[in-house]
């Protein structure tokens, strides 16, 4: 029972929450899908947003990473979505009804950047939650995986 009494006859007195996992996925790791898979865990529905970043420059567009997302996720996993966007994360999510904005972490250095992007996420009306990533994961970013494709690609 909350303070108001109970909740109203015929609902469970539970907010459903959209949360939206942001990221500009070049690629989508398998850290980036434990935590969507954890994410999934914790919140009705996760919005996999596929975002353009202008201080990165990705290979390929934002719909083709989004494309990309989609073939890696589990066919079970029906309350994950992927969403392609260009603007503030907060701004989606304002305008979808997400909740929460959920972000990994792999170490200190990542936190650090991810609190500062937080508070401003906060200051727009849009929480966030961290997910620290499991340890076999953590030295796995994409800018590695990226890296590591193009060297096995070279002939030599």
């Given at each position: 029972m909350g303070i108001d009494g109970p909740p109203p006859a015929g609902t469970t007195g539970r907010v459903r929450?959209?949360?939206?996992?942001?990221?500009?996925?070049?690629?989508f790791t398998p850290g980036h899908l434990d935590v969507v898979g954890r994410a999934r865990t914790l919140f009705d529905e996760v919005v996999v947003l596929v975002a353009v970043n202008g201080s990165k420059h990705p290979g390929v567009d934002e719909e083709r990473r989004a494309a990309a997302v989609r073939a890696s996720l589990p066919m079970g996993w029906t309350s994950v979505t992927v969403a392609a966007w260009r603007g503030l994360t907060a701004e989606y999510c304002l305008r979808h009804g997400a909740g929460v904005i959920v972000r990994g972490v792999r170490n200190t250095t990542?936190?650090?950047?991810?609190?500062?992007?937080?508070?401003?996420?906060?200051?727009?009306g849009v929480p966030t939650v961290f997910l620290p990533a499991q340890p076999e994961l953590a030295a796995m970013s994409s800018t590695a995986v990226r890296t590591l494709g193009k060297s096995l690609s070279r002939p030599g």
């Open positions: 929450v959209r949360a939206v996992y942001p990221g500009s996925f070049d690629p990542d936190l650090q950047t991810e609190c500062r992007l937080a508070a401003m996420n906060q200051s727009l």
